[in-house]
């Protein structure tokens, strides 16, 4: 029997709870994606007053199949309930148990995948959180594993026929732009080189890069990055047969024909590589750790706290990374056993 996947609560005062609620009402009649949120489960309860679909705390994983297709599975934590649209440090704690009990599970075997539902990184950071997202957190808690390929993490969006890896993260425009890094492009594309092979089943990966500056540096007139460090380190990677390419104009590389010339782009920085996944497909979007001994996925929005508790969020970018948690799951595991074939 394959292992469940274990969700995540995300922030109680978000809209987690209730994409989670109505992602178990859409997939509840579809075994392979069973699932269980990990949470208070009186936090649950609140968000399910509008919809009153049968809850059932459980002891284990190993409960979760025959639970699923009846009642939204919870494996209990403690915490408060909080104020939809309210954000508290105070919940803090329950938010991190919550996702620290889910990787152990995911490291035991118990569990195939962890789906995290958003955090507020601000709301996190006030109670002494000192990671910059999920992505960072679960590189440090992941970290006595050795993972299938290249140590991670890297973050990779996936969405409207896009796979889009970052460079650097969540930092300003400014500092992203002063700390681009050989070292970090050049791992950063093993990572993704590795995932695309192990997780996405494709033998020969062709990731572009992105440049920097407009024009991809206009031969270092409009900036100096790419020929300082993106295009040496594409070199780099492709004397070590990894198909990259040198660093492209960012503007003209995410249109429809020319997606058809690359299997990921690794981004230099986050809004170039987020903004356009999330035009061409928010609500589908997901966004997934590669290189982690663990499967990770999450959906690519937030905690949406605007219209929390208002019966208006969509799952369907949470059951698109519930979806892909399985299939990179499936992937792996048969990678693991069969190599590429
Ligand atoms: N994986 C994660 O944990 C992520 C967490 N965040 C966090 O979320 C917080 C809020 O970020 P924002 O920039 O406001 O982005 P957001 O994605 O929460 O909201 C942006 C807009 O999209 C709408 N929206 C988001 N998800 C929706 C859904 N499922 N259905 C319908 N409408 C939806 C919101 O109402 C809002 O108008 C921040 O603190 C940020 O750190 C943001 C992205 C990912
Ligand atoms: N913009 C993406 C995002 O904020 C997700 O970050 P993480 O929590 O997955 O590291």
Known sequence: MTAPLLLSMGDPAGIGPEITLKAWAALKDKSEFA????????????????????????????????????????????????TPGTPDPYHALSVTESIERCVSRCLSGEAAALVTNPIAKDVLYKAGFKFPGHTEYLGQLTLLEPPPYERGPVMMLSGGGLRVGLATVHLSLKDAAEQLSAEAIIRNARVMNGALQCDFGIRAPRISLTGLNPHAGENGALGHEENDIINPSARLLRSSGIQV?????????????????????????????????????????????????????????????????????????????????????????????????
Do not use: W
Request: with cysteine; net charge negative; charged share 20%.
């Open 35 to 82: 699932f269980a949120i990990v949470a208070p489960p009186r936090v649950i309860a609140q968000a399910n007053q509008d919809f009153d679909y049968p809850l059932k705390e459980i002891k284990t994983c190993a409960d979760i199949a025959s639970v699923f297709e009846n009642a939204l599975p919870i494996l209990p934590i403690d915490g408060r309930v909080p």
């Open 245 to 341: 390419t040198d660093a492209q104009p960012a503007d003209t590389l995410f249109h429809a024909e020319a997606r058809e010339n690359y299997d990921a782009v690794l981004a230099m920085y986050h809004d170039q590589g987020l903004i356009p996944v999330k035009t061409l497909d928010f609500h589908g979007g997901v966004n997934i750790t590669l290189g982690l001994p663990i499967v990770r996925t999450s959906p690519d929005h937030g905690t949406a706290f605007g219209i929390a508790g208002q019966n208006k969020a969509r799952p369907n970018s949470l059951i698109a990374a519930i979806k892909s948690a399985r299939h990179i799951a499936n992937n792996r595991a048969n990678y693991l056993q069969n190599g590429l074939n």
